[in-house]
């Protein structure tokens, strides 16, 4: 069985501070995805890994994937409050055709404060 | 240009009713899913569909039944509905060979 853990599940940043957010998972699987989800919203697509060394920047985010490690981290720069959201990575799964079929970790919520 | 909707997006049962959730999509998908998400977790897979007429099992389809007659619809139904079907529940497609998924706006669905 597939399984995902996030590390941290709960983050408290002040604005302007850096951290990291890991996701190890189980398998083999070269494909991993983050997602971010505001409260009581839809899911929105942040990266998508497709190969081991994979890195995806977008403004203070930045997400990379280490095949070998089974391990994905989302690095947080000098945080702002719009940041805030709980944020979820997820992996394929091994061995499917069907891409889509995700494991989801069980969420960070970050919460970012002045 | 409007993605994936779901409906209803509120919805409460009694237990032992059924009903069905609604998905759409124009972006002519093939693969569409739907999933569950329980208070402070991650996302659960019920169903999954690859095309019209093609549907399969996800990680906890007990409960439920989907159907795919056309590309762009994906219904949900639970029969004899649970207080553990107390959820909400998304729907998404995506495009071959991305993995990439577009969700929908949720449903959220309880169970007294």
């Known amino acids: 069985e597939l399984k995902v853990e996030q590390n941290p599940l709960f983050l408290s940043m002040q604005e302007g501070k850096n951290y990291t957010i890991y996701c190890n998972y189980s398998t083999t699987s070269d494909r991993l995805y983050w997602y971010r989800q505001d409260p009581g919203k839809s899911l929105e697509s942040l990266f998508v890994l497709l190969s081991n060394g994979a890195v995806k920047q977008e403004g203070r985010l930045m997400a990379s994937l280490d095949t070998k490690a089974r391990l994905s981290t989302l690095h947080i720069t000098a945080a702002v409050h719009d940041l805030s959201a709980t944020y979820f990575c997820a992996v394929d799964d091994v061995g499917g055709t069907s891409y889509g079929k995700l494991t989801f970790g069980q969420g960070t919520i970050l919460t970012v404060h002045p | 240009n409007a993605g994936v909707t779901q409906t209803p997006k509120f919805r409460i049962l009694k237990i032992g009713q059924s009903m069905t959730l609604q998905c759409a999509q124009d972006?002519?998908?093939?693969?569409m899913y739907w999933y569950r998400q329980d208070p402070g977790m991650g996302l659960k897979l019920i169903y999954y569909s690859v095309g019209a007429g093609i549907t399969d099992k996800g990680e906890v389809p007990n409960g439920y039944n989907v159907s795919r007659s056309t590309t762009e619809d994906f219904p949900l139904r639970l029969e004899l509905a649970a207080p553990s079907q107390t959820s909400v529940y998304f729907c998404a497609s995506n495009a071959v060979f991305t993995g990439e998924l577009f969700f929908g706006e949720g449903s959220r669905l309880t169970v007294l």
């Open positions: 972006m002519n998908h093939n693969y």
